[in-house]
């Protein structure tokens, strides 16, 4: 079974930092690009950041530039995401999702707050 | 940026019945579209990709169609686990969701 799997998802409080991982399997991992997704309570989906095969390349959106880091280690099929300077604004559930967006973890809940 | 705008916001529909959700693309996009459905509580998943390329797995009842800025998904006879929300989103330059459309049961 092709899978993604997130965790590191906690209560932080506002200017905090967090890192979260995301395991693959079941596919070949270091042949895709991943990107982060997340969702704010009761809204919509926001992609923000992606990498791609070997890690050489990265983009993000303007909100999270700067502050948000994304890496991988293809040795581990892992994806990583540091964010830095949180704000109430990153409370959110993040997904990780590989592919062509065909392949989804089930998202880890990060919640800003004091 | 490319803005991604879907309508309706939420629709009202029955069993059986034909429903069409529409995308627009702030610009050109060629056919750089996906479409997912999500329900609540899980992640979303992929419908369609390249605008009309169903996914594997997905029902035939499923359908996309448009090209440049404007785009349509449509289920032809809805079914019960069809209820959800559904996203369209532009891989052409950058990637960008629309707001996304709930399908309730009338």
């Known amino acids: 079974e092709e899978k993604l799997e997130e965790s590191g998802g906690d209560l932080v409080q506002p200017g905090g930092s967090l890192r979260l991982s995301c395991v693959g399997s079941?596919?070949?991992?270091?042949?895709?690009?991943i990107s982060w997704v997340r969702q704010a309570p009761g809204k919509g989906l926001e992609w923000f950041a992606n990498?791609?095969?070997?890690?050489?390349?990265?983009n993000y959106v303007d909100a999270v530039r700067g502050r948000f880091t994304i890496s991988r280690d293809n040795a581990k099929n892992s994806l990583y995401l540091q964010m830095n300077s949180l704000t109430v604004e990153d409370t959110a559930v993040y997904y990780c999702?590989?592919?062509?967006?065909?392949?989804w973890g089930q998202g880890t809940m990060v919640t800003v707050s004091s | 940026d490319i803005q991604m705008t879907q309508s309706p916001s939420s629709l009202s529909a029955s069993l059986g019945d034909r429903v069409t959700i529409t995308c627009r693309a702030s610009?050109?996009?060629?056919?750089?579209l996906n479409w997912f459905q999500q329900k609540p509580g899980r992640a979303p998943k992929l419908l369609i990709h390249?605008?009309?390329s169903l996914q594997s797995g997905v029902p035939s009842r499923f359908s996309g169609s448009g090209s440049g800025t404007d785009f349509t998904l449509t289920i032809s006879s809805l079914q019960p686990e069809d209820f959800a929300t559904y996203y369209c989103?532009?891989?052409?330059?950058?990637?960008?969701f629309g707001q996304g459309t709930k399908v309730e049961i009338k």
């Open positions: 990498i791609n095969e070997d890690g050489s390349a990265k």
């Open positions: 390249a605008a009309s």
């Open positions: 999702s590989g592919r062509i967006f065909d392949i």
């Open positions: 989103q532009q891989n052409y330059r950058s990637w960008t």
């Open positions: 079941g596919f070949t991992f270091s042949r895709h690009w």
């Open positions: 610009q050109n996009i060629d056919i750089n």
